[in-house]
T-cell receptor
Framework: GAVVSQHPSRVICKSGTSVKIECRSLDFQATTMFWYRQFPKQSLMLMATSNEGSKATYEQGVEKDKFLINHASLTLSTLTVTSAHPEDSSFYICSARLVVGYNEQFFGPGTRLTVL | AQSVSQHNHHVILSEAASLELGCNYSYGGTVNLFWYVQYPGQHLQLLLK??????LVKGIKGFEAEFIKSKFSFNLRKPSVQWSDTAEYFCAVNRNNFNKFYFGSGTKLNVKP
């Protein structure tokens, strides 16, 4: 199956700093990538849809100025958590959709963000 | 609003027991349906999917799911579970031709050896 990677897998930062998370599709091109947030014992919550070459579409309640998304190429999308606060601590997961074929997503391994 | 419900939050079974995990969704139009599995420490993996055709879908590792349109359900089944099936299972729904995936809250399955 298609492989999606995320970097870093784990990051700890101080409150007020910014953190960038990368999502890469390793063996396919993805015009659309998705960013999710997973709270403990809860399901994945879609944060935004990232389209290559255009602005991301954010879900209701997600601050676009806080969670900056850039999808500069067909294989890379980045999520930057700006001015991070402890409440931003969470597990962030990206997924990528195949360009062709059925509508299916492939998930990255996730990034555990801890804000002190 | 679109919603996906998984009513079993935590299931404990002994090996060789049969499994059925419930999934219901609220959207009335055409949908694509998925079951994903997340093994401890690993990322989400696709178990099976339904787009159209035979409502009984067979996936990997002996899992199957049945789409019952009248009940808005897509329950996951396995006749005989193994200890290695211990994981968290997520149901997901995607409205046809729409990007967004909606996930259920997940079901943790513990299989006792």
């Amino acid at each position: 199956g298609a492989v999606v990677s995320q970097h870093p897998s784990r990051v700890i930062c101080k409150s007020g700093t910014s953190v960038k998370i990368e999502c890469r599709s390793l063996d396919f091109q993805a015009t659309t990538m998705f960013w999710y947030r997973q709270f403990p014992k809860q399901s994945l919550m879609l944060m935004a849809t990232s389209n290559e070459g255009s602005k991301a579409t954010y879900e209701q309640g997600v601050e676009k100025d806080k969670f900056l998304i850039n999808h500069a190429s067909l294989t890379l999308s980045t999520l930057t958590v700006t001015s991070a606060h402890p409440e931003d601590s969470s597990f962030y997961i990206c997924s990528a959709r195949l360009v062709v074929g059925y509508n299916e997503q492939f998930f990255g391994p996730g990034t555990r963000l801890t804000v002190l | 609003a679109q919603s996906v419900s998984q009513h079993n939050h935590h299931v404990i079974l002994s090996e060789a027991a049969s499994l059925e995990l419930g999934c219901n969704y609220s959207y009335g139009g055409t949908v694509n349906l998925f079951w994903y599995v997340q093994y401890p420490g690993q990322h989400l993996q696709l178990l099976l999917k339904y787009f159209s055709g035979d409502p009984l879908v067979k996936g990997i590792k002996g899992f199957e799911a049945e789409f019952i349109k009248s009940k808005f359900s897509f329950n996951l089944r396995k006749p005989s579970v193994q200890w290695s099936d211990t994981a968290e299972y997520f149901c997901a729904v995607n409205r046809n031709n729409f990007n967004k995936f909606y996930f259920g809250s997940g079901t943790k399955l513990n299989v006792k050896p």
